[in-house]
């Protein structure tokens, strides 16, 4: 099985900016099986953003324009790199594979306040 590695929440306002990076190890999957999700308290599980092969990359709807995913297949890392965050941007986030298994990591927080 995949295991991932998520770090790079924090605390920011409004208009910030953060960096996530999810390192994976195991399993088969390469850069371009993971995939973002977030979830924020009491609210559904939700896919955030995907990387595919020949820098494809796939985003919902509410993030287009001010997150950019982008991975490094040597390191088997995925990378999030989050502008203009929103305070409907907080929640934890997570990698997993794509589509997900049934197995989530911690996570990390990312807290958007004012």
């Known amino acids: 099985q995949v295991q991932v590695v998520e770090s790079g929440g924090g605390l920011v306002q409004p208009g910030g900016s953060l960096r996530l990076s999810c390192t994976a190890s195991?399993?088969?999957?390469?850069?371009?099986?993971l995939a973002w999700y977030r979830q924020a308290p009491g609210k559904q599980r939700e896919f955030v953003a995907r990387?595919?092969?020949?820098?494809?990359?796939v985003y919902r709807e509410s993030v287009k324009g001010r997150f950019t995913v982008s991975g490094d297949n040597a390191k088997n890392t995925v990378y999030l790199q989050m502008d203009n965050l929103k305070e409907e941007d907080t929640a934890v986030y997570y990698c997993?594979?794509?589509?997900?298994?049934?197995?989530w990591g911690q996570g990390t927080q990312v807290t958007v306040s004012s």
């Open positions: 997993n594979t794509f589509p997900s298994g049934p197995d």
């Open positions: 990387i595919l092969i020949g820098n494809v990359r």
């Open positions: 195991g399993g088969d999957a390469s850069i371009y099986g």
